[in-house]
């Protein structure tokens, strides 16, 4: 069993910056593919960012290409999320998912494990 831990939430003015942290413990991640989600009131859990085990590409949703980056340090077993020029769309629940099969995916019922979730938002 994976249990992730997300930390790093908050409340922020638009354009500021925040980054999240996704702690693993149980086993270690460095082989599954690790996700970014997000989801905000009245709407459904959508993708943010994923990145596979081996160090590759990552792919990120249009909506935070060019002002999100995922970032993994395996030796901590843990991921970020650096969020960058942050905008009042940005307000969500953010989580983080591990896929044991190691390759990123924007599909969320590929993932295995899920952490419980840090608020971020941020104000206009």
């Known amino acids: 069993q994976v249990q992730l831990v997300e930390s790093g939430g908050g409340l922020v003015q638009t354009g500021g910056s925040l980054r999240l942290s996704c702690a693993a413990s149980?086993?270690?991640?460095?082989?599954?593919?690790m996700g970014w989600f997000r989801q905000a009131p009245g709407k459904e859990r959508e993708f943010v960012v994923a990145?596979?085990?081996?160090?590759?590409?990552?792919y990120y949703a249009d909506s935070v290409k060019g002002r999100f980056t995922i970032s993994r340090d395996n030796a901590k077993n843990t991921v970020y999320l650096q969020m960058n020029s942050l905008k009042p769309e940005d307000t969500a629940v953010y989580y983080c998912?591990?896929?044991?099969?190691?390759?990123?995916?924007?599909?969320?019922?590929?993932?295995?494990?899920w952490g419980q979730g840090t608020q971020v938002t941020v104000s206009s």
């Open positions: 998912a591990a896929d044991h099969r190691g390759i990123a995916t924007m599909r969320n019922y590929a993932y295995d494990y």
């Open positions: 149980g086993r270690s991640v460095s082989s599954y593919a």
């Open positions: 990145k596979s085990w081996s160090g590759g590409n990552a």
